[in-house]
T-cell receptor, first 115, second 119 residues
Framework: DTGVSQDPRHKITKRGQNVTFRCDPI?????LYWYRQTLGQGPEFLTY????????KSRLLSDRFSAERPKGSFSTLEIQRTEQGDSAMYLC?????????????FGSGTRLTVV | AQTVTQSQPEMSVQEAETVTLSCTYD???????LFWYKQPPSRQMILVIR??????QNATENRFSVNFQKAAKSFSLKISDSQLGDTAMYFC????????????????FGSGTRLLVRP
């Protein structure tokens, strides 16, 4: 277990289709975060989990977006009825409770292109 | 609400020279964390350096150091002896302290500074 893994690395989809991304955090990390990064901008917070509980959701996370972490391990982020404005890099990160001052460990991201 | 501002969209430095990236932030919190992250082209974001607001001493990690001015809400990153591998986007980020009222564990990022190290 060498880091945070995200799958797929790239996804091209047609507008209106549903897409799902997966994130596998570092195994001992109990917090998992999703961020969205558009070109030329810094990442924006979407949501985070502590174990399997989703504790905070950004207003950016419209009702077309849903995230789960069913067993407190991997997480999925689903976007329904994709729109061109959803095109972005979706970043996952994880951390351990009590280690916030050390920041997160990020994955390489999933780049979504909606055509 | 907290905000983070990076006013330098792009910077360039000659290899082996020193460069300073600027970051200012706005918060009413007294205790918090500040970070600099590096995002190389097509690669994952990695932590460069962190600072805890209650610590007056500026953080240092090898060639990377910060100038933390709490009263001015300024948090600049100095890269000494720049190397070609330092070419990347650099993001400044803020996080509330875990014991803060209404603490949240989210990072608030600036818009980034693209650094190019020239050979």
């Amino acid at each position: 277990d060498t880091g945070v893994s995200q799958d797929p690395r790239h996804k091209i989809t047609k507008r209106g289709q549903n897409v799902t991304f997966r994130c596998d955090p570092i195994s001992e990390h109990n917090r998992l975060y999703w961020y969205r990064q558009t070109l030329g901008q810094g990442p924006e917070f979407l949501t985070y989990f502590q174990n399997e509980a989703q504790l905070e959701k950004s207003r950016l996370l419209s009702d077309r977006f849903s995230a789960e972490r069913p067993k407190g391990s991997f997480s999925t982020l689903e976007i329904q009825r994709t729109e061109q404005g959803d095109s972005a890099m979706y970043l996952c990160a994880s951390s351990l409770v009590g280690s916030l001052r050390y920041g997160y460990t990020f994955g390489s991201g999933t780049r979504l292109t909606v055509v | 609400a907290q905000t983070v501002t990076q006013s330098q969209p792009e910077m360039s430095v000659q290899e082996a020279e020193t460069v300073t990236l600027s970051c200012t932030y706005d918060t009413s919190e007294n205790n918090y964390y500040l970070f600099w992250y590096k995002q190389p082209p097509s690669r994952q974001m990695i932590l460069v350096i962190r600072q805890e607001a209650y610590k007056q001493q500026n953080a240092t990690e090898n060639r990377f150091s910060v100038n933390f001015q709490k009263a001015a809400k300024s948090f600049s990153l100095k890269i000494s002896d720049s190397q070609l591998g330092d070419t990347a986007m650099y993001f400044c980020a803020f996080m509330k302290h875990r014991l803060a009222t209404d603490s949240s564990y989210k990072l608030i990022f600036g818009s980034g500074t693209r650094l190019l190290v020239r050979p």
